[in-house]
Nanobody, 119 residues
Framework: QAQLVESGGGLVQPGGSLTLACAAS????????MGWFRQAPGNKRVMVAR???????TYAAPVKDRFTISRDNAKNTVTLEMTNLKPEDTAVYYC?????????????WGQGTQVTVSS
């Protein structure tokens, strides 16, 4: 499995913006899809946005048109630009690296970074 290190979380007011970054290292040869999931207190972890090595993307409906995922294959990094943030975006955000679009036990996960949207 790869090691994933996230950065960029924090506290932001509603309507504000944040950018999350994730860097992968170690066993990265099998990584095809990278992305972000989030987990709010009392809720399951859910997909936010994912991107393949070829640039195909998928977004969860609540964040489409507000969040943008991008990837630098040469640097093994993935970035999530979040705009017009809402209180319901508050969650711990986890970076994910996978061999394909299915989430499996072989996936790599970051340690999580807290995003809090509050006035």
């Amino acid at each position: 499995q790869a090691q994933l290190v996230e950065s960029g979380g924090g506290l932001v007011q509603p309507g504000g913006s944040l950018t999350l970054a994730c860097a992968a290292s170690g066993s990265i040869a099998s990584i095809n899809v990278m992305g972000w999931f989030r987990q709010a207190p009392g809720n399951k972890r859910v997909m936010v946005a994912r991107i393949s090595s070829g640039g195909s993307t998928t977004y969860a409906a609540p964040v489409k048109d507000r969040f943008t995922i991008s990837r630098d294959n040469a640097k093994n990094t993935v970035t999530l630009e979040m705009t017009n943030l809402k209180p319901e975006d508050t969650a711990v955000y986890y970076c994910n690296a996978a061999a394909g679009w299915d989430v499996t036990p072989d996936d790599s996960w970051g340690q999580g970074t807290q995003v809090t949207v509050s006035s």
